[in-house]
């Protein structure tokens, strides 16, 4: 194809990196009302998983990953997770993409089990990518992932048991956990607390346990001291 970018570009964020939201309310995100429930305790009582997930579609509880999380402007200090606004912004402008056409954002539940997302992954890029191949005249045309840590997991499952292979011309991740995260053993053994400087703001314990998501974040490799002679895998 002459004069512009060939494929689909999808960008799939990672772990806190989609907006969730209820019945239009923002749970977690960075607009005002979304900091003020996290901050107050109770947006994340409210995004609690109940039981295992289950592995279908829809949970049935009225929350939805509704966009991409931006980057923040005026909360230091706070607000530790970059957004992906900048990152949109230049994927578009140097590859010279069409959003809506060859540029598509992927938020998913970053709470629920991995392949679930990676699912509804497979779904949504077989339709951009026919709409591209339409639209565009590029019969040759491929998807090109750019993931940002969990989001390598939900691409990479997508590509090897999805066969998302057939269609995905190369995935760009960085930061991806793709042995395991040592934060997940921390904040599932010893909880999570999130903290302003010395103060803390709130404890999500009980919500990331809840998580599977979290759960599949732990290393497979000999990662905790339990006072043997070697380190030992998580699962043992």
């Not at 999380?69 to 200090?77: A, H, K, L, Q, R």
Request: with cysteine.
């Amino acid at each position: 194809m002459a004069g512009g970018f060939g494929d689909v570009v999808v960008m799939l964020p990672g772990l806190i990196g989609s907006v969730l939201s209820k019945d239009g309310e923002p749970l977690w995100g960075t607009s005002p009302g979304a900091l003020w429930g996290i901050v107050a305790g109770r947006n994340l009582e409210r995004l609690k998983l109940m039981g295992a997930d289950n592995g279908d579609e829809d949970l049935g509880d009225g929350i939805v990953a509704s966009g991409l999380v931006p980057n923040p402007e005026i909360v230091p200090g706070l607000w530790k997770q970059g957004g992906y606004s900048r990152l949109a912004a230049n994927l578009v402008a140097r590859l010279g993409l069409t959003p809506g056409g060859n540029y598509f954002e992927f938020p998913y539940d970053w709470r629920r089990d991995n392949r679930v997302s990676a699912r509804k992954l497979a779904k949504a890029a077989a339709g951009w990518l026919a709409d591209w191949k339409k639209r565009s005249g590029n019969d040759d045309a491929k998807i090109m992932l750019v993931a940002h840590s969990m989001g390598g997991l939900v691409g990479r499952y997508f590509i090897e048991c999805l066969e998302g292979w057939k269609t995905v011309r190369t995935m760009v991740s960085f930061g991806t956990p793709y042995r395991g995260s040592g934060n997940a053993v921390d904040y599932l053994c010893n909880g999570f607390v999130w903290k302003v400087g010395p103060v803390s703001a709130f404890d999500g314990t009980d919500a990331l346990r809840s998580f599977d998501s979290v759960h599949q974040l732990l290393p497979i490799y000999p990662f905790v001291d339990h006072g043997g002679p070697k380190l030992a895998r998580p699962t043992e």
